[in-house]
């Protein structure tokens, strides 16, 4: 099947957690046989951010590390109906222009052939509801929600059953333990600043515990406004900035803990969404420990895939004990990588993803979806016989 993607941008990260999900699904999608293209505006700000921090060398540095990734940029004269006319399912962003999410929705109201599938990764529907509320859906084959909770707000938007949980997920093909690396540091926390979304919990859940444990820590991301900064500093952490996500895996090898801090609206309006960055250290075989936060939907398990710290308090005694017990450290990074491998790859999202085009895509989506080379049983095993090498 051609499966395209309308993104916000798939070849910039900078401050853009879903180009790391859809990076690994259509990877994975390619790798099963299918052809996997993302169309992404020409002026998106993920990627002008991108070009104004790191330079084209960025850009150069994202082609050379995902060859098999095909990305479009488009402009106002582009031809989208050309773009997906030969298309079996198109899959649109939710950051995508509202005319454009329309234009779409229209073409299959006229008869294109091919699965359209609206994608909402973001907290928008309850902290913003104008904003998709006033998205034009009604052409629309279904939605994919990245959490149940999310899910539910379409439901009762009177989407019916055509609202599916897709979560986000960790490529495991290359967020995976490098066993091999010398640890240089004690703790990594690799997030974004967040438009003062977690602008307290940063500095209970991080920078305090940090300071007072005076521990080796990084910190790397962007958009950290200058008073952050001085209290990294203040604090003793090393401030590095933006990291292409391809590099993760090695900071968190060179690290002994991580740390997850979620965004405030994800705790308070949607548990159980923890987004993909616990998915993807989990997956690198770090241990992990998280601000508050509710697994509504059980996708870990608490107090031994992760520690949960209640308050800034907490957090730092949970920092102690992993760092001065190794067997607690290793058990926890052990049961982490267990709970991805089994249920949160990038793999087991594909096969969601075909069983509901194979229940509720289009005639040519139904037949495609069948006849995929790839089982979940072989994909699942696949994934144990890398974490075991």
């Known amino acids: 099947m051609k499966f395209v993607f309308y993104t916000h941008s798939l070849v ?25 293209i993302a169309l992404e505006p020409a002026d998106a700000w993920s990627r002008d951010n991108l070009m104004q921090d790191q330079g084209p060398a960025a850009i150069a540095d994202f082609h050379a590390t995902f060859p098999d990734l095909v990305s479009r940029s488009y402009g106002a004269s582009f031809d989208h109906e050309a773009a997906v006319d030969d298309a079996d399912v198109v899959v649109v962003h939710e950051w995508t222009d509202p005319a454009l999410v329309a234009r779409l929705g229209q073409m299959r109201v006229k008869g294109a052939g091919f699965t359209l599938l609206f994608h909402d990764t973001h907290h928008r529907a309850v902290s913003a509801e104008g904003d998709i509320a006033g998205l ?34 960790a490529d495991d093909t ?124 059980g996708l870990f398990r608490a107090g031994q895939d992760y520690l949960i710290a209640r308050d800034g308090a907490e957090m730092t005694r949970c920092l102690k004990t992993v760092l001065s017990d190794p067997d607690l450290a290793a058990d926890l990074a052990r049961s982490g990588l267990e709970t991805i491998t089994a249920r949160h790859t990038c793999r087991h999202r594909v096969d969601e993803l075909l069983a509901i085009l194979d229940r509720h895509g289009t005639e040519r989506t139904t037949s ?19 974490a075991a090498e």
């Open 368 to 386: 495609s979806a069948r006849r995929d080379p790839s089982s979940m049983e072989k994909s699942v095993m696949a994934g144990v016989r890398e």
């Open 174 to 297: 290359l967020f995976r333990p490098l066993r091999e690396v010398e640890k240089t540091g004690d703790l990594i926390w690799i997030g974004n600043w967040g438009d003062d979304e977690r602008s307290a919990e940063i500095a209970e859940f991080l920078v305090q515990p940090a300071k007072e444990l005076r521990l080796k820590a990084t910190v790397r991301g962007v958009r950290y406004p200058d008073h952050a900064l001085a209290a990294l500093a203040d604090a003793g952490i090393a401030y590095g900035g933006w990291i292409a996500n391809a590099q993760a895996p090695a900071a968190f090898a060179h690290h002994k803990v991580t740390v997850h801090i979620p965004r405030r609206p994800y705790v308070t309006h949607l548990p159980g969404i923890p987004t993909i960055r616990p998915f993807e250290a989990m997956a690198c075989g770090i241990p992990l420990i998280s601000a508050p936060w509710n697994d509504a939907e």
């Open 136 to 169: 034009d859906l009604s052409g629309y084959d279904g939605v994919l929600a990245f959490g149940e909770t999310l899910r539910e707000q379409y439901l009762r938007a009177g989407w019916g059953t055509s609202v599916f949980t897709w979560h986000e997920a």
């Open 12 to 36: 910039s990260d900078w401050n853009h957690g879903n180009a790391h999900f859809l990076r690994g699904v259509m990877r994975d999608l390619v790798r099963r046989g299918h052809e996997a």
